[in-house]
């Protein structure tokens, strides 16, 4: 008896320690040692065009209709990249908006005509259940994202 009375304490002060939190990894392994800076990818994206390259940040958003799709926030105020990956390959969960990702993927460039940006747009629209308003387009777009390999995501930031 003196032995759990001596005992419980201990076990209810570990049972209150902070959870160190839980990694939930997604697709490939990740295989790269160092991380690149959102921020640097952005500056000169035409630098790391085909290259494999692992950023790390908060997720912004998910795709709400296939997560097929991140948005990995960068060091800058509205700073994000988008990590896509194949539709049903990796399907990331909408809980994971607010939370660390470290995600790896190939830096890819893709090219709109006025057209496919207008339908781009809309696309967008649709997915978050807002208006679309095509004269917000005013032109073509380039676009640079990440074709996602794999990512782990932490249940705390």
Do not use: N
């Not at 085909?50 to 990995?72: F, I, K, N, P, Y």
């Not at 994000?80 to 990956?85: A, D």
């Amino acid at each position: 008896m003196m032995f759990a009375a001596a005992i419980l304490p201990v076990l209810l002060l570990a049972a209150c320690r902070p959870s160190e939190g839980e990694l939930t990894m997604y697709g490939e392994e990740l295989t790269l040692e160092e991380t690149t800076s959102v921020s640097a990818i952005l500056a000169d994206p035409e630098a790391y065009l085909g290259q494999q390259v692992q950023v790390e940040g908060t997720v912004v958003d998910v795709c709400e209709m296939r997560g097929c799709w991140l948005a990995v926030a960068g060091e800058k105020d509205g700073e994000l990249i988008r990590v896509k990956v194949e539709d049903g390959v990796i399907v990331f969960p909408m809980s994971a908006r607010g939370l660390m990702a470290r995600v790896e993927g190939v830096v890819e460039k893709l090219e709109f005509t006025m057209d496919q940006a207008v339908e781009r747009a809309r696309h967008e629209a649709e997915e978050h259940g807002t208006e679309f308003d095509p004269s917000t387009v005013t032109g073509p777009e380039t676009v640079y994202q990440l074709r996602g390999l794999g990512a782990v995501i932490s249940d705390h930031s």
